[in-house]
């Protein structure tokens, strides 16, 4: 079945640093690929996602390109602030129907001073 | 626009009692709504999928009687924890979206941390 893969955590970086998170996949179809953030006792918030191969899609100084050919969809900003420490969720979803989405494991992001 | 709300966002409960969780979608029609289970340092898991005035669906291994989800209006879908038991103990976590719109993605709620005492 689906899946989705992401490096482990806890990943610890000092502020200003870059940020790269992986996150790899398996589906039978062409998935959308989304990324979402979690903060200390909050829900889900959707970060960016993209719909089909070679789509980028980015917010916040966060990006991420859906490379088809090695199925992955890698988070990257390239300056880090402590307010950006949370947990990262890559995920994916078959087509454009968004009612199965699957979760990979989270990342644990820790910026500091 | 697009925000769900849960309702409480904490509630700790004796054993062997009730809790109903209520997810709202404030500003737009969830046709279908999704409540998912988080444990400590895991991702989310789907628990189930319901769609507005039917009987929701649920995922293997998911006991429907434990778990009774209620979805009877555009904006409300309520999930009732029965007879709680310190296991049942996690972070309740609802999405909804308007299924009738192509491309609309799922919308969030905060979460509900439910503690079994």
């Known amino acids: 079945g689906d899946s989705v893969t992401q490096m482990e955590g806890p990943v610890t970086l000092s502020e200003e640093a870059f940020l790269t998170i992986n996150c790899t996949y398996t589906a039978t179809g062409y998935p959308s690929l989304f990324w979402y953030v979690q903060y200390p006792g909050e829900g889900l918030q959707l970060l960016l996602k993209a719909t089909k191969a070679d789509d980028k899609g980015s917010n916040k100084g966060f990006e991420a390109t859906y490379r088809k050919e090695t199925t992955s969809f890698h988070l990257e900003k390239g300056s880090v602030q402590v307010s950006d420490s949370a947990v990262y969720f890559c995920a994916l979803s078959e087509g454009t129907s968004y009612d199965k989405v699957i979760f990979g494991p989270g990342t644990s992001l820790s910026v500091i001073p | 626009g697009a925000v769900v709300s849960q309702h409480p966002s904490r509630v700790i409960c004796k054993s062997g009692t009730s809790v109903k969780i209520e997810c709202r979608s404030l500003d737009f029609q969830a046709t279908t709504m999704f409540w998912y289970r988080q444990f400590p340092k895991q991702s989310l898991m789907l628990m189930a999928t319901?769609?507005?005035?039917?009987?929701?669906?649920?995922e293997q291994g998911v006991e429907k009687d434990k778990f009774l989800i209620n979805h009877a209006s555009l904006t409300l879908s309520t999930l009732t924890v029965t007879s709680a038991h310190p296991e049942d103990s996690s972070f309740y976590i609802c999405s909804a979206r308007d299924s009738r719109l192509a491309g609309n993605e799922q919308f969030f709620g905060p979460g509900t941390r439910l503690t079994v005492l």
């Open positions: 319901s769609n507005e005035g039917s009987k929701a669906t649920y």
